[in-house]
Each structure stands twice: as structure tokens, then as C-alpha cells.
């Protein structure tokens, strides 16, 4: 490493969160960078650890090398830095904003110190790209003449898009819904990732690359998946884990419950711009809003909440509290699953562990007004309820956000009557499925994940499909830089 003392030198310099009593009153990103100065003298932390585990299966799905760019952008060599990143990550601006940092969690220095700012340094870097003009239209110079029809345009269907386009093939992408980007685009904040400045400044690019963007397209219901296999080489299936969690309890059916993606996604499109009918809209103005779910989607609907001018926001989790330290089931360099306040919690939420939610209570009208519930303890891998311990939330919203069983059921896998999992998942055989020409990648194949898992399958899948296609050993390679180049 060129400053082989730095992490003895910097300490950890974070990007500075707006005030909270400002960011609530708007949807858009609240973070402040560091300088490209500053950003400098955080990539001079990154260590000569010997075994870089950042950048292995315990830090980083997609194989960043990171110890490399580190080194550059301490050097001041920011394109070489875009390069080193791009070579392996084909969306950096999104998990720089939105990715958990696992490879943070497995950075040696992490273990005596506070771990290298990598997801600040990966911001950085693709931000300063698009600033310089480095990011730029990378039209193939070659076109193979064989086309790919690419379902669902969230993280995994955009990897393998643009890695096969690259690889010089005739690629359409098909979303059902109005705007490009899935989950990126539906299911996370825009004061998390903000979608004109951000989702769709990538999306454009792709389209001057030559990839077809075909929207309001949902395949296997509207448009019989057989029209696509007339006209495609192949297919890739990337539609996601679409089927949330119910929770079935006593008046389930009372107005005001709602999943959590009903709730984002229809705020996600008000955002930019859609309106709904007063009948349709799902709004925590004014509301007493319980958040059942403890994760990232339910911080989600928090902060959301708190936007909208919520009475109470309250997050309630079936699970225990999570330690605030490491314990021996979670030792280094694997991810830590410790407690730590979203900056959405930070906004106003409170939050209870260990509660049951034993039924809902409706008014006269049918109205959800609050939630029965009881506190638990759990006992291996079960729990039993503690006596005494019922209380009832107030409730006039209630999110569903307890995580996905797996991909909907009623379309392109009825249609094809496509082999699944004991999970529901699309089963393949690496990424092909039951069905010749036919490939899946993502959450619906895998199951619920990260995003930057997402990013990995698309480019996986890539690589098999150019196998197919071109019948030979694929120059696609998702530790390689050769058809990666920009």
C-alpha cells in the first residue's frame, strides 16, 4: 500500500447526515460527502493486511477489488480507481448508497479499530466519474445478431443486461410497472436512493448502450412469455421475490393493514409525480402507525412515515433485540448482525422486541384501530408467551414488512410451469431452468437478498447465457476486466 502507516495516522471520517429536523420534510438523499481531499486520506486506512477479506466471499458477493482502488484514489489516480471498480461492479452508484458494506464488516483493521469507510470510498469514486465524464456511453463495437429478452429490470435483470450487451448482444428488457428499476426504483426510499438523479441517470445511459427498455409489460399475464420465445435467443426470468409474508391473523382483513411494498412503491411513484385516487392511497398523515418487522423494509416504512407527517411511528419485531457486540455465533470476518439505529429509527420511531401480534381490532366501520399483542420469550428455536405481559398498540396504519416468501406464482412461472424449490424459488441447473433457453437470476431464483447478491446473479447468469449462445467458454467473467472496461 502506498501509505503503509495511514491507519495508524486517519482516523475514519463518515459523510455528515442532515439535521433530522430537516431531512423529514423532504424525500431527498440527506448525506454530505467528505472531500475528494478528505476521501484520500480515508483510502490511506486501507492496510498491507496480507489477506485482503474484504474483497472475499465473506466481504464482498461481487468480488470487488478494494484494496486496489483504495490505494489509488489515496494516490490521487481517481480514474484508475473507476476503472478497478468498474471491472467488477456494474452499479456502484447504487450500492455505494444503499449496500450494507459486508465488506466492512470483514476488514481486518475492523478488528482492533473502525473499519476503512469502503462504501464511502466506492460513493466517491463513481460520483467523481460522472463529475469528469468518465462514465460514458460504452456502445459494443461488434453486435452478434442474436437477441436476448431480459423479465424484470431490478438489480439482477439490469447486471445481466448490461453484461451481455456489452458482449455485443441484442438486449430488450421487459418491466411490468411504469418505471425501470424494480426495487430499486419501487421498494427503497428516495431519501435513501434518490431515482431521477440516480436510478434513471444510469438508465439512460443504458439506453444510449443500445439496451430496449420496454415498460408496462407484464409478462406472463398481459404478454404470453411464448411471444418472447419466438422472438428471443434467450430469456432470463429476473422478477424478484415478489410474494411478501402475510401474517394471518384474527381480522387480517381490516382496512388500513397493507403490505409494506403497497405502501413504498405507491409513495415511491407519488414521489415522482403519480397521483392515486383519494380511495387508493395509503397515507400515515395524522396516523398512529405500526411497523410490524424489524428489518431494512420496515426501517423503510418508518422513515417514510415520519415524511408524511405520521402521529406515532412504532416498530415492532418478533425477534429479540440483536447484542451490540459480536458474539461467538457471528465471529470476524463474517457479517455482523449487531443492533444499530437506521437513520430512519434515529428520525422518531419506537422500537419493541420480542412482541406477538395476536389479532388485529377493527371499529364499526371496519377500520383497523389497534393491534392485541403480547410479549414472548423465546426458548431455542421456539417461544412461548409471557403471562400477564398482553397490551394493545394503538393503530391507525398498519405495514406488513416481515420479508418475502419467494417469486409470485402466477405468472411466467404458471405460464411455463417452471420447476421450483421447496421455497417456491425457480429452480435451475446453475442458472438455467427446467425449460432449454430459459435462464433465471436474482431473488426469484435465490431467494430474498441483497442487492449487491442481486448485481452478482446478473452477472453470473451473463455468463452462462453467452455460453449458450455463442457455444464456447464465455470471455465474460465477473473477476475479469475483459469485457468490463469503460
Known amino acids: ?31 454530505t460527502p467528505l472531500s475528494y481531499e478528505e476521501m484520500q486520506e480515508q483510502g490511506a486506512r486501507c492496510m498491507d493486511c496480507g489477506i485482503p477479506f474484504c474483497h472475499s466471499n465473506y466481504g464482498c458477493p461481487i468480488g470487488n477489488i478494494i484494496p486496489q482502488f483504495n ?15 468498474m471491472s467488477t461492479n456494474n452499479f456502484p452508484e447504487f450500492t455505494g448508497r444503499i449496500c450494507p458494506a459486508p465488506c466492512e464488516h470483514a476488514c481486518v483493521l475492523g478488528l482492533n479499530e473502525t473499519a476503512v469507510g469502503i462504501k464511502n470510498i466506492e460513493y466517491s469514486i463513481i460520483e467523481k466519474a460522472y463529475e469528469e465524464g468518465w462514465m460514458r456511453p460504452q456502445i459494443p463495437s461488434i453486435r452478434t445478431g442474436k437477441k436476448v429478452a431480459i423479465v424484470g429490470s431490478g438489480p439482477a435483470g439490469l447486471a445481466a443486461a448490461n453484461q451481455l450487451n456489452k458482449a455485443g448482444y441484442i438486449v430488450t428488457v421487459y418491466e411490468k410497472e411504469l418505471r425501470i428499476g424494480g426495487l430499486l426504483r419501487y421498494g427503497i426510499p428516495n431519501f435513501k436512493l434518490d431515482k431521477k438523479k440516480v436510478v434513471q441517470r444510469r438508465v439512460n445511459l443504458m439506453t444510449e448502450e443500445g439496451i430496449e427498455f420496454i415498460t408496462d409489460a407484464n409478462v406472463g399475464v398481459d404478454i404470453p412469455i411464448k411471444e418472447l420465445q419466438d422472438r428471443y435467443d434467450a430469456i432470463i426470468i429476473t422478477t424478484g421475490a415478489g410474494t411478501p409474508r402475510d401474517l394471518p ?17 405507491q409513495n415511491n411513484s407519488r414521489v415522482e409525480g403519480e397521483k392515486f385516487k383519494k380511495s387508493q392511497e395509503i397515507l400515515a398523515t395524522d396516523k398512529a402507525v405500526v411497523v410490524i418487522g424489524g428489518g431494512d423494509t420496515g426501517s423503510d416504512c418508518v422513515g417514510t412515515s415520519i415524511r408524511q407527517g405520521a402521529k406515532s411511528v412504532t416498530q415492532i419485531e418478533l425477534m429479540p433485540k440483536s447484542p451490540l457486540n459480536r458474539t461467538a455465533d457471528m465471529p470476524w470476518p463474517t457479517y455482523a448482525r449487531v443492533f444499530k439505529l437506521s437513520t430512519s429509527q434515529e428520525e422518531g420511531a419506537v422500537l419493541d422486541f420480542n412482541v406477538l401480534s395476536k389479532s388485529f381490532i377493527k371499529d364499526a366501520n371496519g ?37 418475502f416468501l419467494g417469486p409470485k406464482q402466477d405468472d411466467v412461472i404458471s405460464e411455463l410451469s417452471l420447476e421450483t424449490d421447496p421455497r417456491s424459488n425457480i429452480k435451475t441447473n446453475g442458472f438455467a431452468t427446467s425449460i432449454d433457453g430459459i435462464f433465471s437470476a436474482g431473488d426469484c431464483r435465490r431467494g430474498q437478498s441483497l442487492v449487491v447478491w442481486a448485481i452478482n446473479e446478473g452477472r453470473e447468469c451473463a455468463v452462462e447465457v453467452d455460453s449458450y449462445l455463442s457455444g464456447q467458454k464465455s470471455m465474460l467473467n465477473r473477476k475479469s476486466a475483459s469485457l468490463c472496461e469503460i
Not at 18 to 25: D, L, Q, S, T, V
Open 367 to 403: 377500520n383497523v384501530k389497534g393491534i392485541n399483542c403480547v410479549y414472548i420469550e423465546w426458548e431455542g428455536r421456539g417461544f412461548k408467551e409471557i403471562e400477564g405481559s398482553e397490551f394493545v398498540l394503538e393503530a391507525d396504519l398498519v405495514l406488513l414488512a416481515m420479508g
Open 71 to 85: 490505494d489509488q484514489v489515496y494516490r490521487g489516480e481517481w480514474e484508475s480507481a473507476f476503472r478497478t471498480l
Open 1 to 31: 500500500m502506498g501509505k503503509i502507516t495511514g491507519f495508524r495516522e486517519y482516523k475514519r471520517k463518515n459523510f455528515t447526515l442532515a439535521p433530522i429536523e430537516e431531512r423529514i420534510k423532504h424525500y431527498n438523499e440527506f448525506t
Open 249 to 265: 391473523i384474527e381480522n387480517r382483513d381490516a382496512k388500513g393493514v397493507h403490505f409494506a411494498m403497497e405502501f413504498l412503491g
